[in-house]
């Protein structure tokens, strides 16, 4: 049942739904309806779980309005009362319309968020795995980093809604149906009509002026179809349309755009596409480019349709940019198609290299004092030995003598001892081959085991980042976070660390694994403590 | 055996450096330049024993030159086998033996060629592994259109490393990691830095022997191998190479330093002028900040 502090906005009676009569009642959160005689809603729902409302159409005889919910589910409200029934209905979709929007997903956008950051990332999702499912930290506290960084990087609120650029073809797509007897019908969206409006102000201004003093909405478009000016050729713009002001300023408009000229030969598309700050956030502004309008018609029906098509091609392009940068255009214009033709890319593109001058380095030479340093090689000075002129000759003079009579003697080269003592200095065990028995950690460990400690370490290096970042303790805040960032890191070592070390010792590992982890642990606790204490001291 | 065999040629660079292998034989006796060849001859036989495609090449490094002691012109130009009673005797394959004979003529040649000069003490092993590489370029060039052919250089080093030939060295270095030319290294004595840098950018061995008298042993054992076995023996590791430089000003080694963006020079101190090219260049110091002074009470 409706709380008594909820506001009503609107209460409709004599509105049928499910063949049961009964009052429309509109709040400030949900729409609901109750059977007649009856003072319990029968059917609830908020604004928030209403994806969109239809309408039927004007010529049935039944009025109604449709709910659609995000789920699918779709509830119809038939509005029974035979004076006012197409006025409820009106209303009611009037201040539907206005309030729909204001609700439209906000919870889901979060949790969407959430999921698509862990189904992106794996690291975090392994990260999100060991501390949270293993309950070291609780989910609040990790989303609360991980969002909270994510916010505070972009200064923009999340919700800021995206600029909607204009189809070229927008006119096209209305696309008009037959009506059966001789007639057009044009369908109108919200989004035609105010592509319409962004393309030519001309038009809304008219609206401005003439609905709803003068014409209904209905029948000013009903104009704006029929007139010439919508039409390919504007050859009669004597009459007393009230459209045909809107012709002569596209005339006006033309002539000036031919006047100021083609800015940027090169249509700059780059300004043209969404520069998105980040997903969801809002459109960069461009700079407005021209089109190539840089010709001389004549006045003849088929060079009245080009120019319309100019006309309408630069409106479009003009549209999407025309927040408040008319003063800024002139220059910045200019600026942009210098800097443009500065642009290496470009001038590579109008530019041929070996029809310009030949421009040569120029370039300094190296001037060494001391190459000779160069000829050294990383041997540092040592002591050479001496050898004296008398033990020169003496050295040579005695292999002289021993060689002149040298004959190979191959059967004499190697005695067994001397061989078996090679043979025991080379065998693994040996002395030479000593050096290779230290195996390289990788080796000895299984992947499991390595992986397991991969991921201890993210999720320790994570815990000591937020516990690290806490020091200068500034603010209240800070101490809070500090302690609670110390019971975690205690928590994660009792739930994970302790268990792997036991896990290692049994499978008869000896190598020290986790004593880099403890290490950084303990210079945490010590830090903590050394705080603590300070704290203390200063208290009393 | 099909005619696609892979070609292994195999260039030894031997160090006969006089006046080191002469204090040698009086140090220790047991390891002589004598004994050495022998073990050299060892590996060369039996590396061109294990396939009738593989060929040796072996070069002498000398003080005052390099010297290719197999195969040399002589053994080009004209037939063997007959003259040398010495080989027809024991049924030995011959083209070992002529290898021997060959290898034993010319050191013998090579050593009494040996002049006194004080001044260059050093082997000239760069140009060695530069006269090696091209031999494997020419080699490489002469033999039949889509025959494959690999090379590798092992490096007997017996004397200290000469830090003037170190620019000579690292060209070759780099030489031959382009021509995917393996450089293995035995080193008999003090621990060579630039033949540790070669095997490290090769992809060779690199080996100090603790005992001189097993040579044989040691060359057998972990140089016979090419490359393609290696892989599936158990050899000694890699040692880890330092590939600290050294800061122009001192030749200290230093991990962190100042490089001049104009020359590339190290040094180990800023200075504002390169002393290399002479630029100049400023460096940012710290700002100081200014004493705030407090205003004075004014008193009534």
């Known amino acids: ?79 029974s009362n035979e004076s006012s029934a197409l006025k409820d209905r009106d209303a009611a979709k009037e201040l539907l319309q206005q309030l729909l929007p204001k609700f439209k997903k906000k919870a889901n956008k979060e949790l969407e968020e959430k999921n698509r950051m862990l189904q992106e990332d794996p690291v975090l999702f392994q990260l999100y795995k060991d501390l949270v499912v293993s309950q070291v930290i609780s989910a609040d506290e990790f989303w609360a980093n991980r969002l909270g960084d994510m916010n505070n990087s972009d200064p923009t609120p999340y919700n800021n809604k995206q600029d909607v650029g204009i189809s070229g073809a927008f006119l096209a797509d209305i696309r008009p149906q037959t009506d059966g007897c001789n007639g ?21 201004q008219k609206y401005g002026e003439n609905v709803p003093h003068n014409l209904t909405e209905k029948e000013f478009w009903t104009r704006f179809f029929q007139s010439h000016y919508f039409h390919r050729d504007r050859i009669n713009t004597g009459t007393q349309d009230i459209f045909s002001e809107c012709a002569k300023q596209d005339e006006k408009g033309l002539k000036s755009m031919v006047v100021q000229g083609v800015k940027n030969p090169l249509v700059d598309l780059l300004s043209l ?26 006045e003849s029906s088929n060079a009245a349709i080009i120019k319309r098509f100019n006309h309408h091609s630069a409106m479009v392009l003009a549209a999407g940019s025309r927040k408040g940068q008319a003063a800024q255009m002139g ?61 020169i000759i003496n050295s040579v003079n005695h292999i002289r003598h021993e060689m002149v009579n040298y004959k190979p003697n191959l059967t004499q080269v190697l005695s067994s001892t ?45 815990l000591l980042r937020h516990f690290w970042s806490c020091f200068p303790v500034n603010s209240p805040f800070l101490e809070e976070k500090v302690m609670k960032m110390k019971t975690n890191l205690e928590r994660f070592q009792m739930t994970k660390l302790c268990p792997f070390q036991e896990k290692i010792q049994r499978q008869y590992l000896s190598t020290n694994l986790t004593g880099h982890l403890e290490e950084m642990l303990q210079t945490a606790y010590s830090k903590f403590h050394v705080w603590q204490t300070r704290r203390m001291l200063r208290k009393t | 055996m099909a005619s696609e065999d892979e070609i292994n040629l195999l260039v030894i660079v031997v160090d006969v450096n006089p006046i080191w292998w002469g204090q040698q034989a009086q140090r220790e006796p047991e390891l002589t330049l004598s004994k050495c060849l022998d073990a050299v001859m060892v590996l060369g036989n039996s590396h ?26 002589n053994w080009r130009g004209g037939d063997n086998g007959g003259e040398d009673a010495s080989s027809s005797g024991d049924g030995k394959y011959e083209l070992l033996s002529v290898a021997n004979n060959l290898i034993a003529e010319e050191i013998r040649n090579v ?71 393996l450089i293995d290294a035995c080193v008999l004595d003090s621990d060579s830095g630039l033949l540790q840098q070669a095997c490290d950018i090769t992809g060779g061995l690199y080996l100090k022997i603790p005992q001189k008298i097993a040579l044989a042993q040691y060359l057998l054992w972990v140089f016979l191998p090419d490359s393609e076995q290696r892989s599936q023996l158990v050899l000694p590791p890699p040692a880890h190479v330092d590939y600290r430089a050294a800061c122009f000003c001192h030749r ?18 800023f200075s504002p002028i390169c002393t290399t090219c002479e630029t100049a260049f400023k460096i940012q110091l710290p700002q100081m900040v200014k004493p705030k002074k407090k205003k004075l009470k004014q008193s009534t």
């Open chain 1, 1 to 79: 049942m409706a709380s008594l502090s909820e506001e009503v906005l609107l209460v409709v009676k004599k509105v049928r739904q499910r063949k049961q009569d009964g009052t429309l009642y509109l709040m400030a959160e949900r729409i609901a309806w109750g059977p007649e005689g009856k003072d319990r809603f029968t059917v609830s729902h908020l604004y928030a779980d209403i994806r969109c409302q239809k309408i039927s159409p004007d010529g049935k005889a039944k009025i109604q309005l449709q709910l659609i919910l995000h789920t699918g589910e779709s509830t119809t409200f038939h509005f």
């Open chain 1, 184 to 204: 057009l019908r044009y369908n109108l969206t919200a989004d035609i009509i105010e592509s319409i409006f962004r393309t030519y102000p001309a038009v809304k």
């Open chain 1, 273 to 298: 596409e969404d520069k998105t700050l980040d997903e969801g956030y809002g459109v960069s502004t461009t700079t407005p480019s021209t089109s190539n309008a840089n010709r001389t018609v004549k």
């Open chain 1, 331 to 391: 220059t910045r214009g200019i600026l942009t198609s210098s800097s443009l033709l500065l642009n290496p890319f470009f001038s590579l593109a109008i530019e041929y290299e070996d029809l310009q001058r030949e421009n040569r380095l120029k370039t300094v030479a190296l001037n060494l004092k001391k190459s000779d340093r160069y000829a050294h090689g990383p041997v540092p000075l040592q002591s050479q030995h001496y050898t004296t002129s008398q033990d």
């Open chain 1, 418 to 462: 001397a061989a078996s003592s090679a043979i025991t200095a080379l065998s693994p065990g040996g002395v030479l081959m000593m050096t290779g028995t230290q195996q390289a950690i990788n080796q000895m460990i299984p992947t499991e085991v390595q992986g397991e400690l991969k991921h201890l370490y993210a999720a320790a290096g994570e």
């Open chain 2, 48 to 73: 061109m024993a294990m396939t009738r495609t593989n060929k040796l090449a072996v070069i002498a490094s000398h003080c005052q030159d390099s010297h290719f002691l197999y195969p040399n012109k």
């Open chain 2, 111 to 181: 050593m009494t060629k040996t002049e006194v000069r004080g001044n260059s003490t050093e082997t000239l092993l760069a140009g060695s592994l530069a006269k090696a590489l091209c031999y494997i370029h020419r080699v490489s060039k002469e033999v039949e259109v889509g025959q494959e052919i690999k090379s590798r250089i092992l490096v007997v080093k017996a004397a200290e490393d000469c830090a003037r030939q170190y620019m000579n060295f690292m060209n070759v270095i780099f030489a031959a990691q382009k021509q995917n030319i």
């Open chain 2, 252 to 269: 200290n080694l230093i991990e962190i330093g100042y490089v001049c963006s104009v020359c590339l020079s190290i040094f180990c101190n």
